[in-house]
């Protein structure tokens, strides 16, 4: 029996190629395809699918952002990250969040469709080369190119919430923290970016693919 799987990424040339290359697989029917975590909420309410894949980033949301909503609104949907990079943190959050893989868009027609198959059997699977030292050392590279210090956990938190436009008393809020730490982890984000203010922090950031 074919599953019904719900495409979800916000490049319509990605979208396509995900649906030709399950087509071709007779193992799945994609029954629906959404741009936005929006518009993947309400199809998924809708159709209740097997799987979802998952683009890791859709404009300037995130992925870990939407998977327990996602999965609220459908317990039985198996959900799949896929992404084009590596970025350590967010995987890992996915993957905490719920996720039951995260696999790489460049993962050939065959091997994306037996991670898919492996995932509907209850696996969690994760592309081996999100674990290699390649991807490591280039996680290390893009946070410090040109001279850019690593950021810690907390500080990678506070800068994402800074990119979705919050304030610190409303970052505070969100990390259960005082408006004073978040202040001052806001200022090592400046200094570790070389940033002189935090729109400049957060356009930085989009430029190592951090966020």
């Not at 599953?3 to 979800?8: A, E, G, L, P, T």
């Not at 699918?49 to 999965?71: C, F, K, M, N, Y």
């Not at 905490?96 to 995260?102: D, L, N, P, R, S």
């Not at 490591?136 to 990119?163: F, M, P, Q």
Request: charged residues 25%; hydrophobic residues 45%.
């Amino acid at each position: 029996m074919q599953k019904n799987v719900i495409v979800v990424d916000d490049h319509p040339i990605v979208v396509r190629g995900i649906i030709d290359l399950l087509a071709d697989a007779h193992d799945f029917a994609v029954i629906a395809s959404a741009l936005t975590p929006q518009e993947a909420m309400a199809a998924i309410r809708t159709h209740k699918p097997h799987l979802v894949t998952l683009d890791l980033r859709l404009g300037e949301e995130l992925a870990s952002d939407w998977i327990g909503r996602l999965r609220a609104a459908s317990p039985g949907t198996r959900i799949v990250i896929l992404t084009a990079f590596y970025d350590g943190e967010l995987i890992a959050t996915c993957l905490a969040e719920g996720a039951a893989g995260v696999l790489l868009k460049d993962a050939s027609g065959l091997d994306l469709v037996a991670a898919l198959k492996r995932v509907l059997n209850g696996e969690i699977v994760v592309d081996p080369r999100l674990t290699s030292r390649q991807f490591a050392a280039e996680r290390h590279n893009r946070y410090v190119a040109g001279g850019y210090d690593a950021l810690t956990k907390r500080e990678y938190e506070v800068l994402r919430l800074l990119a979705r436009g919050m304030n610190t008393k409303e970052i505070a809020g969100s990390l259960s923290l005082m408006p004073n730490t978040v202040r001052s982890y806001t200022q090592a984000v400046l200094g570790k970016l070389q940033a002189k203010n935090r729109v400049m922090a957060v356009a930085k950031a989009r430029q190592l693919h951090l966020i």
